[in-house]
């Protein structure tokens, strides 16, 4: 991969959905990044030095300064290293102003729920916010054909920025009928998306970075069991 006298650190988490996007960003560009995996449960001090207010991943270190919070890492990477691997987000103000205003809808009308689903008490708040993943899928499907305008991604013709920060959750996405009995993206239902997720994957970043479907199932049933022990214990 390129990268030249660039010096990238990814500080992330295997089963991070926003660290995904930025190593999606990262092969898209054709970066050379190291990735350091860090344990949540017991946090670095490279973690707690780098991102001190959130103390979160990812952070992605750029010549030795820290960028926090995945999609603002991801803009910097596409308006930093000019030049390198197609860009991401629009030239066009307006166009580049709604890949913004869809990328914000992913994450407050259909993460933020999603997130949500794994640590609830019970299976009625579950399926509170099951209604609202889907809900927000629906309008998600006319938020595809809106900027896509025919073509095969968010982003035309090419992967684009809010291909990035939706495809970032994609393997969540599959696992998801396995771990709650709820299809996201129906071929039935919205098959603008459920098409572009074929697509996607079939990408050589995606490929090489998408977590590992049954690996997820696991990995979020865990999580599942373990917020409702710990719920049943309070």
Request: aromatic share 8%.
């Amino acid at each position: 991969m390129a990268g030249g006298n660039v010096e990238l650190k990814l500080v992330g988490q295997w089963a991070s959905a926003f660290v995904t996007r930025v190593k999606l960003a990262l092969h898209l560009k054709g970066l050379s990044y190291e990735i350091i995996e860090e344990d949540l449960r017991n946090k670095s001090e490279l973690l707690l030095s780098s991102n001190p207010v959130h103390k979160a991943v990812p952070v992605l270190i750029h010549n030795g300064k820290p960028i926090c919070e995945s999609q603002i890492i991801v803009q910097y990477i596409d308006e930093t290293l000019v030049g390198v691997g197609p860009s991401l987000l629009p030239a066009d103000p307006y166009e580049r102003a709604v890949a913004r205003f869809w990328a914000a809808y992913i994450e407050d009308k259909l993460v933020a729920p999603w997130d949500r689903v794994f640590r609830v008490k019970t299976d009625e708040e579950r399926g509170e916010e099951m209604k609202q993943m889907l809900a927000a899928v629906d309008v998600l499907e006319g938020g595809f054909k809106e900027c896509s305008n025919g073509k095969c991604f968010f982003g035309g013709d090419c992967v684009g920025y809010v291909d990035v920060i939706l495809g970032g959750a994609v393997s969540y996405a599959k696992a998801n009928e396995a771990i709650f009995g709820a299809k996201l993206f129906d071929a039935a239902k919205t098959p603008l998306l459920a098409a572009w997720m074929e697509r996607f994957c079939e990408l050589d970043a995606a490929k090489a970075v998408l977590q590992d479907v049954d690996t997820v199932v696991k990995h979020g049933k865990f999580l599942v069991a373990k917020n409702s022990a710990r719920a049943s214990n309070n």
